[in-house]
């Protein structure tokens, strides 16, 4: 696997998860951004100071995180909880969704 310079962690950044090159922007942001159909030029002009280079790295420590379903620590690993906007939801069962 290439190595990934782009991804930091850091625990006075973002709560230590991973971030693109120490900034506030972490990996999640940028494969959400991805997922609901942003493109990399939209991104780009979003977060000015990221580079096509980030947003590739981005994708790939992502594609690695997901695949690896032992690492209990990863929050990639879990399964997602989808809601039903139709269905009412308790405050207190949101809470605990987000």
């Known amino acids: 696997m290439k190595q990934l310079t782009r991804i930091t962690f850091n625990p006075e950044v973002m709560g230590g998860k991973p971030c693109i090159r120490g900034m506030r922007v972490t990996v999640v942001t940028v494969v959400g951004l991805m997922a609901s159909g942003r493109t990399i030029p939209?991104?780009?002009?979003?977060?000015?100071?990221?580079?096509?280079?980030?947003?590739?790295?981005?994708?790939?420590?992502?594609?690695?995180?997901?695949?690896?379903?032992?690492?209990?620590?990863?929050?990639?690993?879990?399964?997602?909880?989808?809601?039903?906007?139709?269905?009412?939801?308790?405050?207190?069962?949101?809470?605990?969704?987000?």
């Open 42 to 98: 939209e991104i780009l002009k979003a977060y000015p100071y990221l580079e096509e280079a980030d947003i590739y790295e981005a994708l790939s420590y992502a594609e690695t995180k997901a695949g690896d379903r032992n690492n209990l620590d990863n929050p990639l690993s879990k399964p997602f909880q989808y809601l039903n906007p139709l269905e009412p939801v308790a405050l207190d069962e949101w809470e605990v969704l987000q």
